[in-house]
T-cell receptor, first 112, second 114 residues
Framework: QKEVEQDPGPLSVPEGAIVSLNCTYS??????FMWYRQYSRKGPELLMY????GNKEDGRFTAQVDKSSKYISLFIRDSQPSDSATYLC????????????FGTGTRLKVLA | DAGVIQSPRHEVTEMGQEVTLRCKPI?????LFWYRQTMMRGLELLIY????????DSGMPEDRFSAKMPNASFSTLKIQPSEPRDSAVYFC????????????FGQGTRLTVV
């Protein structure tokens, strides 16, 4: 079993829809959680960064962490065709180590 | 700033050949990371440097892989000899805080070993 599981998709939604992307993990020591967005043939870019449990909002994006369920989510409101990309979750036990464990990514398509 | 620059963008080589991937981090960044991305395994950290010194190379798959950072503006990842299972996209990333907040990724090198 992988430490971080992520549905590869593809996930297709109409423009304006609310998108929910999720990751589950097995290591209860993970404390720092990130979401990266990767466009085709580009490098990943950081979208959201959260520590421990709770929610964090940035514009149309909300990151949610539920440590009791070992489950993290990224919500995208009012999705746009420009949001079409692969979304990768990443996590690490604690600061001072940079061995972030990445999910394999979920491919999202937002249809105009 | 031009961002993290990797070369070449694409590399096709025959099994058994030596492959060298190159990376120029963002000026002023003191951490440099090498990642490998495949469909099956996702993004894996191979090695990272702090101030040109290798800190953790436990992700390097085997002795065929080696990485160097001779100065703050240049790093190489070498595979010798290359094998078909090394085919992947290799990313270099750099940061100033060790990646805890944000690591900036390059465009990647797509390696195909035939």
């Amino acid at each position: 079993q992988k430490e971080v599981e992520q549905d590869p998709g593809p996930l297709s939604v109409p423009e304006g829809a609310i998108v929910s992307l999720n990751c589950t993990y097995s290591n209860s020591a993970f404390q720092y959680f990130m979401w990266y967005r990767q466009y085709s043939r580009k490098g990943p870019e950081l979208l959201m960064y959260t520590y421990s449990s709770g929610n964090k909002e940035d514009g149309r994006f909300t990151a949610q962490v539920d440590k009791s369920s070992k489950y993290i989510s990224l919500f995208i409101r009012d999705s746009q065709p420009s949001d079409s990309a692969t979304y990768l979750c990443a996590m690490t036990p604690h600061s001072g180590t940079y061995k972030y464990i990445f999910g394999t990514g979920t491919r999202l398509k937002v249809l105009a | 700033d031009a961002g993290v620059i990797q070369s070449p963008r694409h590399e096709v080589t025959e099994m058994g050949q030596e492959v060298t991937l190159r990376c120029k981090p963002i000026s002023g960044h003191d951490y440099l990371f090498w990642y490998r991305q495949t469909m099956m395994r996702g993004l894996e950290l191979l090695i990272y440097f702090n101030n040109n010194v290798p800190i953790d190379d436990s992700g390097m798959p085997e002795d065929r892989f080696s990485a160097k950072m001779p100065n703050a503006s240049f790093s190489t990842l070498k595979i010798q000899p290359s094998e078909p299972r090394d085919s992947a996209v290799y990313f270099c990333a750099s940061s100033t805080t060790g990646g805890r907040t944000e690591a900036f990724f390059g465009q990647g090198t797509r390696l195909t070993v035939v």
